[in-house]
């Protein structure tokens, strides 16, 4: 039974913009589940919607991470040349942050919220059924929906097929349009790839550089307490080195929440990217296959001629799917893109000014002082 959140955040948005989008979702509430078998994360998904093919207008379920990774295989496979959004990896690198922890769980709880949103806001995934019975469905429902899927052979037989038209090389009537997105996705994949490991790097030393700091400030108020006569400096250095201390903590939120998702998010979209154009690829191959076939065995040419022309549309349609998708994908990587790299700039600013006028101001007071005690000296 469908059950009413109280989201004051999803019903502000709901009441206030009913004409631009008619469903939202939210991911949070995580819960932890430890079984004599495993241990694993639930989260609450609340969806509020105002589509007429849902029976009601609020629901309340709980998914876990492989619910999660069922809808991503079940939209694959409807719609295998579209570019379905990533999720974040089952697994984690080891001296990253511990499983189950409070961070990894709040990052993996961000990442399936976007995930889930931008299916929604995707104009043919939002309407896919797979995805309504994930919002919807109650943990039994969606188990036994589940077992609805395709059978072992199935799978077997699609993998075999995928992989006999990967092993034939090369297409050969590839549009030029494809071969362009593929040598940009080339390049796009060895470029984020290589920002996401800077990225990391950066944000390690920067945690390396706080840790040592926390340290440092300390040490000059110990002192100051043997050394009377420049007391008041030795507290004035520690107390800019704590507030440079809370700032650089700052910095490295904006970066472990804004910078450091987003890059890698497009680092699993650009794998994404090249298995979507491989299944393309795969369309266009069994065409050609066919067309080959037609010309050495004209005595079946009326067989192979409806082969041929279903096979033409299915190439038609995925090449369709793929150049709409592609353009929608390639305008919000660049949004979000210009986005991310526009907040850094803007907080290594304020970061950098918050600093600089911590210890100008701590000159300006030495300066002072140091003007004081010239002044009494002078004194007969």
């Given at each position: 039974m469908p059950i009413s959140p109280s989201s004051m955040i999803n019903q502000y948005k709901f009441e206030d913009e009913p004409e631009l989008r008619d469903l939202f979702i939210t991911v949070d509430d995580p819960e932890s589940h430890i079984t004599a078998i495993?241990?694993?994360?639930?989260?609450?998904?609340?969806?509020?919607?105002?589509?007429?093919?849902?029976?009601?207008?609020?629901?309340?379920?709980?998914r876990r991470y492989q619910d999660f990774l069922w809808l991503k295989n079940k939209l694959e496979a409807a719609h295998p040349t579209l570019i379905i959004p990533p999720l974040p990896e089952k697994f984690i690198m080891k001296g990253m942050v511990e499983r189950f922890s409070d961070e990894f769980i709040e990052t993996r709880r961000k990442a399936l919220h976007k995930f889930l949103n931008r299916i929604a806001d995707h104009p043919t995934l939002t309407f896919n059924e797979?995805?309504?019975?994930?919002?919807?469905?109650?943990?039994?429902?969606?188990?036994?929906?589940?077992?609805?899927?395709?059978?072992?052979?199935s799978r077997m037989g699609q993998t075999v097929r995928a992989?006999?038209?990967?092993?034939?090389?090369?297409?050969?009537?590839?549009?030029?349009?494809?071969?362009?997105?593929?040598?940009?996705?080339?390049?796009?994949?060895?470029?984020?790839?290589?920002?996401?490991?800077?990225?990391?790097?950066?944000?390690?030393?920067?945690?390396?550089?706080?840790?040592?700091?926390?340290e440092y400030g300390p040490i000059h108020t110990l002192w100051s307490a043997s050394e009377e006569d420049?007391?008041?400096?030795?507290?004035?250095?520690?107390s800019c080195i704590d507030k440079c201390c809370k700032a650089t903590e700052k910095r490295m939120?904006?970066?472990?929440?804004?910078?450091?998702?987003?890059?890698?998010?497009?680092?699993?979209?650009?794998?994404?990217?090249?298995?979507?154009?491989?299944?393309?690829?795969?369309?266009?191959?069994e065409l050609d296959s066919k067309v080959d076939a037609l010309?050495?065995?004209?005595p079946e040419k009326d067989l192979f001629s409806e082969e041929i022309g279903k096979l033409e549309d299915k190439v038609e349609c995925a090449n369709n799917a793929l150049k709409a998708d592609w353009d929608r994908w390639k305008q919000n990587m660049q949004c979000d893109m210009r986005s991310t790299f526009t907040n850094v700039a803007e907080n290594n600013l304020r970061y950098y000014e918050e600093c600089l006028a911590t210890w100008e101001s701590f000159l300006a007071s030495q300066t002072v002082d140091l003007h004081v005690e010239e002044d009494s000296e002078d004194k007969p």
């Open positions: 495993e241990t694993f994360i639930t989260y609450r998904v609340v969806t509020k919607t105002s589509r007429g093919e849902f029976d009601s207008s609020e629901y309340e379920v709980r797979d995805f309504k019975i994930f919002l919807t469905a109650q943990a039994w429902e969606l188990s036994s929906h589940k077992k609805q899927g395709p059978g072992l052979l992989v006999a038209s990967s092993v034939r090389g090369g297409v050969k009537n590839r549009p030029e349009t494809f071969t362009e997105m593929n040598d940009y996705m080339e390049t796009f994949s060895q470029k984020i790839n290589v920002l996401d490991k800077i990225a990391h790097r950066i944000y390690k030393e920067e945690r390396e550089y706080f840790n040592e700091m926390k420049i007391a008041d400096s030795l507290k004035g250095v520690a939120a904006g970066l472990s929440e804004n910078l450091l998702p987003i890059l890698h998010e497009y680092v699993l979209y650009s794998e994404i990217l090249m298995g979507v154009l491989k299944r393309r690829d795969q369309i266009q191959g010309a050495n065995k004209k």
